[in-house]
């Protein structure tokens, strides 16, 4: 394997494509940096796009584009900043280990996405939090849930 090639491989998983280890990973191993275009748009959204903060996003490219959503994630991204030679800043963004990974395992990120932007999960972890959301917005769902559900 080449040092530059990621240490992933694509494949079907359970929810179209995911992102599967090609070797063991330890709690804390930097694993890769996802690479992508960076847009500089506050309100930029796409199914695959990860916050890089209030007012950017990275559009992942190939391998890391597929990463799929566990409430009990074994990966999380970590931003970086990185200063050059030149003086200048730039962030970056990086795919560490939150648990062991053994080689075929799939991998796995929380997207942690907003309360409005809910969806049902279906990651089947036994933390399951039932809905793609924050941890520390949960309660926002539950309530609309509710509040849904009463008659009018």
Request: charged share 25%.
């Amino acid at each position: 394997m080449d040092c530059f090639e990621p240490p992933v491989r694509v494949g079907p998983s359970e929810y179209g494509l995911g992102v599967f280890s090609l070797k063991s990973f330890t709690t804390d191993d930097w694993i890769s940096q996802i690479e992508g275009e960076i847009i500089h748009d506050a309100n930029y959204e796409s199914d695959y796009c990860m916050s890089l903060g209030e007012s950017s996003a990275l559009e992942p490219t190939a391998p890391y584009r597929f990463l799929n959503h566990s409430c009990q994630p074994n990966c999380s991204l970590v931003e970086v900043e990185v200063e050059y030679d030149d003086g200048t800043f730039v962030s970056e963004l990086w795919l560490q280990g939150e648990k062991d990974i053994a080689p075929g395992e799939q991998m796995t990120i929380d997207y942690a996405w907003p309360a409005e932007s809910a969806i049902p999960c279906r990651c089947g972890s036994a933390g399951c939090r039932n809905w793609i959301v924050a941890y520390e917005e949960i309660g926002l769902i539950e309530a609309d849930k509710f509040r849904s559900s009463l008659p009018l």
